[in-house]
Every structure is written in C-alpha cells, then in structure tokens.
C-alpha cells in the first residue's frame, strides 16, 4: 500500500506540471513590431478579466498598427491608445475595467494595464515595464510578463522629456492571442 502511496504520488507531481504549461500556452500574445515579435505570457491567475479584454481586442485586431505613444527611457512603454487625441486619452468602446489589483512585482518585462485617475479606469491601454518600478506595485493591474523579445521592447523610439510623449512613434505591426508558441 505504502508503494502504491508513493508511485501515485509521484505520478501527480509529473502530471500538475505539465498541464500547468498547457494552461499558460492558451495565454500567449504575441506582439509583432519592426524590431522582431514579443511574447508575453498571459496571467489570468492574477487578472482573468484584464486578460480576458487584452485577449479580446487583440482578437479583434484592435491593436494592430497602434502606437507605442508613450514611452519613457528606464520606465516603461505605454501602448493601447486606438483613437485618443491627444495619445494616452483614449480607449476601446469597451466599458472601463474594474482594478485587479495583485501582489505581482512590477519588474522589467511584466505588461501592466495604465488607467487614469480612478483605480477602475483600465480599458485597452498597457504598458511594459523596462525596469523594475516597484513603486507601481498595488496601484495598477499585471495582467502579464514578456518572456521572449524583449529587446525589441528595448528598441523601440523613446519620448521626450518626462511626459514620455514620443514623436513619429513606432507601432504594434500585428498583435493576436494563440494557443500556443509554434
């Protein structure tokens, strides 16, 4: 019996880890710029209804050809804005978010969502940090984490000064959620 306790248990210890990778494999987006792609690992343990959204517009092609409009050197870079005017105003026809706050660091890499004054105000706009900003931490919503290309992110056109705000911008080419990395 005592055998059969142990075979059983390690069975499970080989089988959680794998459908846990299969779970994070439908979570995947892929962000294609000019630089090259970026894969994020999506998060829905920490914020379902934030990746929810992300996941929906980006099957929607609502981020394709968007901008990265604000993007501060050793901050982050902020994207997400279709139609604002001025850049960083805007949002999707989508009603706003409610927070989702979590306990995930802000580290270089990790996709947050930016919002405006309220904490409920997240829609489609999200930013990539470029160095560990812990002072975000509580205060906006990880929804994700770059695990591949983030030198791409590194590339791309930083702003002006401390508003971030970035003239002749680059762009999300292609964004699409997918099952899994090929």
């Given at each position: 019996m005592r055998n059969l306790i142990i075979a059983l248990a390690l069975a499970i210890s080989f089988v959680l880890p794998a459908a846990s990778a299969q779970a994070d494999e439908k979570n995947i987006l892929l962000i294609d710029t000019k630089y090259g792609q970026v894969v994020v690992l999506m998060r829905p343990d920490l914020a379902p209804?934030?990746?929810?959204?992300?996941?929906?517009?980006?099957?929607?092609?609502?981020y394709d050809g968007v901008k990265f409009h604000r993007v501060i050197a050793g901050f982050m870079a902020?994207?997400?804005?279709?139609n604002g005017n001025p850049p960083g105003t805007g949002g999707s026809s989508l009603p706003d978010l409610k927070a989702e706050f979590n306990s995930e660091p802000h580290v270089r890499g990790v996709a947050s969502m930016a919002r405006g004054g309220s904490p409920d105000s997240a829609n489609s706009?999200?930013?990539i940090v470029l160095k560990d900003s812990n002072f975000l931490d509580?205060?906006?919503?990880?929804?994700?984490?770059?695990?591949?290309?983030?030198?791409?992110?590194?590339?791309?056109?930083?702003?002006?000064g401390g508003s971030g705000s970035v003239r002749n911008p680059d762009v999300m080419v292609k964004v699409r959620a997918v099952a899994k990395l090929k």
């Open positions: 209804n934030h990746v929810k959204r992300i996941r929906t517009l980006a099957n929607k092609g609502f902020q994207t997400g804005d279709r706009q999200f930013f509580g205060k906006y919503t990880v929804w994700g984490q770059v695990i591949r290309g983030m030198e791409f992110i590194d590339k791309i056109k930083k702003g002006a």
